[in-house]
Every structure is written in structure tokens, then in C-alpha cells.
């Protein structure tokens, strides 16, 4: 088990223009989750997955942005005309299924972003 | 939703046990307690989380109040490697059995160990 993994981990772009991130959960892990951090922040909450359904969006989560999980497995976050207030770290997570108690989320390393 | 409030910051001695505070004054009885932490340019990891009692695991141990408004992580002894921000995170239990509850950061606290 690799844990997850986020690609591209830098993304450097010019305001305006699209971008793509990728996210592979552990496998076998139902839920997936997507978060923003800004420098000196903690993570928000932007979008979350059970297997290919998207089944709750954060209202941070303009239209601009968009989110897929196709098959169930690997997710991406596409982010058009991008804008400098995009610069950010944004951080994928999965969690698997559980008969009881809380899910624990396993965080990839995230893809930081920067718009110019 | 109910909130956390943790010091921004706190040192602590390399070997040393460090003690962590959490208060969350308007605590559901539903509410699990969480903490995850962030170390340097990684994504936040999973320490340990509790409802009623006292919890241990193989990182730390969690101390929860008896009223439950505050709770706090204990590390037993801290290396280099524990340097992290620390964040406490209230889930209430009638969602986060389902998984499909979000996880509410805060600030959290950073913790520098000294060598």
C-alpha cells in the first residue's frame, strides 16, 4: 500500500489559464475527499466522493471548479480560468469503508498551486 | 457547529512529554474528538480520536475532560520529528459513522521542539 498520491505535487500557471490535478486514494477506499489550504491555514473542506458519486460540494467550490471520480478510483480536480486566489495547496484524501465508528482520512502530499 | 480554540503556538524540550490543549465549550454529546497533525510540506495525518474516555494509542494519548468541553493530546516524548501543526477537530458521530463528514480545520497549534 503506497498511500495517496497526488500529481503533479507543482503546478506553476498563468492567471486564466486551466489546470488538472490528480488524485489516487489508497486502494480499495470508498471515499474521497478534496481540501484547499492557504499559507497559515488549515485545510477546507471542498468536495467529497463515495465510490463515483459526488455527494456533497463545499460553497468555496465556484464554478470554475469542477471534480470527478469516474470509475470510483482515481479523481481529478479541474480548475478553469484560473485566478491568483487559486494559489493554494490543494490536498486529495480517501477513507475506507467501515461497519462502525468514524472514518480515519489518509491525506496525500498535496499540489500546490501557483497563479501568476 | 461547535468550535475549537487552541493556542497558536508551544515549544516543548526534545524527550520531553508535551500536553497539547483543546476547549470545546459547546461540545455535542454526538461529538468525537480528533486530532490530526501536519508535518513540513506533507498532508495531514491521523494521531488519535476519542468520545468519552481517555485513549492511547502508539503516538500519543488523548485526555478528555469529564464535562468533555476541553481535551488534550499527549505526546510521552517528543523527538524532532513530532515538530508539526497540530489540529484538534470535532466530529459529530451520527455522520462521521458514515464517513461522509467533512473535516473542520482550524489553525491548530504549532509545536517547535527545541534539541
Known amino acids: 500500500d503506497t498511500g495517496v498520491s497526488q500529481d503533479p505535487r507543482h503546478k506553476i500557471t498563468k492567471r486564466g489559464q486551466n489546470v488538472t490535478f490528480r488524485c489516487d486514494p489508497i486502494s480499495e477506499h470508498n471515499r474521497l475527499y478534496w481540501y484547499r489550504q492557504t499559507l497559515g491555514q488549515g485545510p477546507e473542506f471542498l468536495t467529497y466522493?463515495?465510490?463515483?458519486?459526488?455527494?456533497?460540494k463545499s460553497r468555496l467550490l465556484s464554478d470554475r471548479f469542477s471534480a470527478e471520480r469516474p470509475k470510483g478510483s482515481f479523481s481529478t480536480l479541474e480548475i478553469q480560468r484560473t485566478e491568483q486566489g487559486d494559489s493554494a495547496m490543494y490536498l486529495c484524501a480517501s477513507s475506507p469503508l467501515l461497519a462502525g465508528g468514524p472514518d480515519t482520512q489518509y491525506f496525500g502530499p498535496g499540489t500546490r498551486l501557483t497563479v501568476l | 457547529d461547535a468550535k475549537t480554540t487552541q493556542p497558536n503556538s508551544m515549544e516543548s524540550n526534545e524527550e520531553e512529554p508535551v500536553h497539547l490543549p483543546c476547549n470545546h465549550s459547546?461540545?455535542?454529546?454526538?461529538?468525537?474528538i480528533h486530532w490530526y497533525r501536519q508535518l513540513p510540506s506533507q498532508g495531514p495525518e491521523y494521531v488519535i480520536h476519542?468520545?468519552?474516555s481517555n485513549v492511547n494509542n502508539r503516538m500519543a494519548s488523548l485526555a478528555i475532560a469529564e464535562d468533555r468541553k476541553s481535551s488534550t493530546l499527549i505526546l510521552h516524548r517528543a523527538t524532532l520529528r513530532d515538530a508539526a501543526v497540530y489540529y484538534c477537530?470535532?466530529?459529530?458521530?451520527?455522520?462521521?459513522?458514515?464517513?461522509?463528514?467533512?473535516?473542520?480545520f482550524g489553525t491548530g497549534t504549532r509545536l517547535t521542539i527545541i534539541p
Open positions: 476519542g468520545l468519552t
Open positions: 466522493f463515495q465510490n463515483e458519486a459526488q455527494l456533497e
Open positions: 477537530i470535532l466530529r459529530d458521530v451520527r455522520t462521521a459513522n458514515f464517513g461522509n463528514e467533512k473535516l473542520t
Open positions: 459547546t461540545i455535542s454529546g454526538t461529538d468525537y
